[in-house]
């Protein structure tokens, strides 16, 4: 059966940095593109970044881009976000997210286009 597996939130102070895993089992990692999302305490998901099945492209939240970066490696099957200059506004779960194909899809209904998701790892970014 399909896993996604987070790891790696915590505590973190603003200005500091986390590195995110998301382990996968179950499929064929490579041939699928995978996201982050996550949802802050009283607000709705929100699509972080994204990345190709072959890696060749990414999407990042214009909040997030020149903070965070995606990476992939395929043969570990492992989809990874670190995040440097953490702020107090990246505090929220975050969640990885496997896509239906293997190209970055974008969608008012993550349903149609990602099947599964991983339980998510909690950030709190707090002085």
């Known amino acids: 059966q399909v896993q996604l597996v987070e790891s790696g939130g915590g505590l973190a102070q603003p200005g500091g940095s986390l590195r995110l895993s998301c382990a996968a089992s179950g499929f064929t990692f490579s041939n699928y593109a995978m996201s982050w999302a996550r949802?802050?305490?009283?607000?709705?998901?929100?699509?972080?970044?994204?990345?190709?099945?072959?890696?060749?492209?990414t999407y990042y939240l214009d909040s997030v881009k020149g903070r965070f970066t995606i990476s992939r490696d395929n043969a570990k099957n492992t989809l990874y976000l670190q995040m440097n200059s953490l702020k107090p506004e990246d505090t929220a779960?975050?969640?990885?997210?496997?896509?239906?194909?293997?190209?970055?899809?974008?969608?008012?209904t993550p349903e149609n286009v990602y099947d599964y998701w991983g339980q998510g790892t909690q950030v709190i970014v707090s002085s």
Do not use: H, M, N, Q
Not at 39 to 57: F, T
């Open 39 to 57: 949802r802050a305490p009283g607000k709705g998901l929100e699509w972080v970044s994204g990345i190709y099945s072959d890696g060749s492209d």
């Open 93 to 108: 779960l975050y969640y990885c997210a496997k896509s239906r194909y293997p190209i970055l899809v974008f969608t008012t």
